[in-house]
């Protein structure tokens, strides 16, 4: 089978690797689509040392952990049928430990992932544990919608985290591959949704899935001037990472309310925290998801659009493309696609589908 192999920094190859087989608890897929997202990019610049130690696993270094696909082999134990299209949450957890035990398997202290310890969704067959899968059609989702049920996951964990209900003023800084799917999460619960971005494709997408308000942002500019007259918020999302983004956010939050952590902040922030302590703020973070909560809720997300998701994941690349058009507009924060999926058993570009033949 074909598989896209990371060997170092910068050197990703498709090879030739022996299709897997299904062990105990485990189903392999046929991968009908995998998404890339800026974590693939930043593991494509650092390869395996860019990895957390609990996640440098044996090589090879198979990336890839927003997949679905078609169950084509079944371990012993496991419940899934042959055919049946699944999304994959790509956590994989103990279920003993004192978390699991709790049900947070996100802090899981075995937690792993597929696409960084455990070989990934970018190849044409994954073998994977059930326990990390969800069965699609019960909510309505079909074709490509399947492979978003990571990314929408991760977005309803953070909607969750932030306690989101109806009524809510929520302030969305970054409307990127987390933040379109938390527009369409939080707008779903009820609330009043600001987006904050500095592209305004991305705003206008924004619109389309929910957004009452959005603010187009200049990247030398004073956010906190822009975010003006349009507060307080009850609920502050910061997806992007970025500091002026999070230091308006805090500002810019009513009494009583959270601030919910889903960008990666690689460097120290310097934080108020007078404002944290009188303010009787929640300073929330999150890590990934909830398999077995978070991503069922994610698929009922994603099926209530009507119109499905061809403006998020416009097109299906091959394999080959991976790097040049996926990986590397990411990187090089140039991608002019909220989500590019990858057919690892395509040949060519194709558009959005709603609907894919079953692999034979
Ligand atoms: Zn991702
Ligand atoms: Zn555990």
């Known amino acids: 089978m074909k598989a896209a192999v990371i060997h170092g920094p910068g050197d990703l190859r498709i090879e030739e ?19 890339v997202c800026g974590s693939d990019a930043w593991l494509y610049r650092a390869g395996f040392d860019g990895l957390p130690a609990r996640e440098q696993g044996p090589a090879p270094l198979v990336p890839g952990h927003e997949f679905a ?16 299209l699944v999304a994959d949450g790509a956590g994989v957890s103990c279920g003993t430990c004192a978390r699991c035990r709790e049900g947070r398997t996100n802090l899981c202290e075995q937690y792993r992932t597929l696409g960084a310890y455990h070989r990934g969704g970018l190849a044409e067959f994954v073998a994977v544990p059930e326990a990390t899968c969800v069965r699609v ?4 989702v079909s074709g490509d919608d399947a492979a978003l049920g990571q990314p929408m996951s991760i977005a309803h964990h953070g909607v969750s985290r932030g306690r989101v209900a109806e009524g809510d003023r929520v302030l ?25 971005d500095t592209d305004p494709e991305r705003l206008a997408l924004a619109e389309r899935l929910g957004a009452a308000t959005t603010i187009l942002s200049y990247p030398d500019g004073d956010l906190a001037e822009q975010l003006a007259g ?28 959270r601030l919910v952590l889903l960008g990666m902040h690689h460097e120290p ?23 077995g909560v978070d991503l069922p809720a994610a698929l009922d997300l994603l099926g209530r659009r009507a119109e499905g998701w ?35 058993s395509g040949s060519v570009e194709r558009p959005y589908r709603r609907d894919l033949p079953v692999p034979a």
């Open 172 to 196: 969305l800084m970054g409307a990127g591959g987390v933040g379109a799917f938390a527009v369409w999460a939080a707008h779903q619960r009820g609330a009043e949704v600001t987006v904050v």
């Open 17 to 35: 690797l022996p299709r897997p087989s299904a062990g105990p608890g485990e189903v392999v897929l046929q991968v009908t689509g995998a998404g």
């Open 137 to 140: 059609a019960p909510f309505g």
């Open 69 to 84: 696909g078609v169950v084509v082999e079944t371990g012993p134990g496991t419940t899934l049928e042959l055919g049946e």
């Open 230 to 257: 349009h507060g307080p918020w009850t609920v502050a999302l910061e997806t992007t990472g970025a500091d002026a983004p999070l230091q308006a956010a805090f500002r810019a939050l009513e009494r009583g309310s």
């Open 310 to 344: 061809a403006d998020v994941a416009p097109v299906v690349l091959p394999l080959d493309r991976l790097v040049e058009d996926a990986l590397l507009p990411l990187a090089e924060g140039r991608s002019r696609r909220v989500k590019s999926l990858i057919d690892p």
């Open 269 to 291: 922030r310097a934080l108020d925290l007078t404002w944290a302590t009188y303010g009787e703020l929640d300073l929330l973070g999150t890590q990934a998801h909830v398999c």
